[in-house]
Nanobody, 119 residues
Framework: VQLVESGGGLVQPGGSLRLSCAAS????????MSWYRQAPGKERELVAA????????NYADSVKGRFTISRDNTKNTMYLQMNSLKPEDTAVYYC?????????????WGKGTLVTVSS
């Protein structure tokens, strides 16, 4: 079982990045998925979440209107489109999968991808 994030990097303020989270070893469509981030010296915080079928999403107030979470269950992959990036978005971004139904309680985390917003 594995979650692998990709797409992080260095971007200037106002720029965009698209993060991906590829799941393997399990069927992602049975899992709600989410993006978290952890900035240096701060606690990990929820950024955005999406239900297993993709029908419902929610966002932290700090990213509403700038970030969009989506998923493609045919590819076992989740995405985070990040626009209008700000220096305060700098963090390690992690994806999480939380099982539903028969898979309730089975949670998986990726190892993270670093996003740095700086001029």
């Amino acid at each position: 079982v594995q979650l692998v994030e990709s797409g992080g990097g260095l971007v200037q303020p106002g720029g965009s990045l698209r993060l991906s989270c590829a799941a393997s070893g399990f069927t992602a469509r049975w899992y709600d998925m989410s993006w978290y981030r952890q900035a240096p010296g701060k606690e990990r915080e929820l950024v955005a979440a999406i239900t297993s079928a993709g029908g419902s999403t929610n966002y932290a107030d700090s990213v509403k209107g700038r970030f969009t979470i989506s998923r493609d269950n045919t590819k076992n992959t989740m995405y985070l489109q990040m626009n209008s990036l700000k220096p305060e978005d700098t963090a390690v971004y992690y994806c999480k999968a939380a099982g539903k139904g028969s898979w309730y309680g089975m949670n998986y985390w990726g190892k993270g991808t670093l996003v740095t917003v700086s001029s």
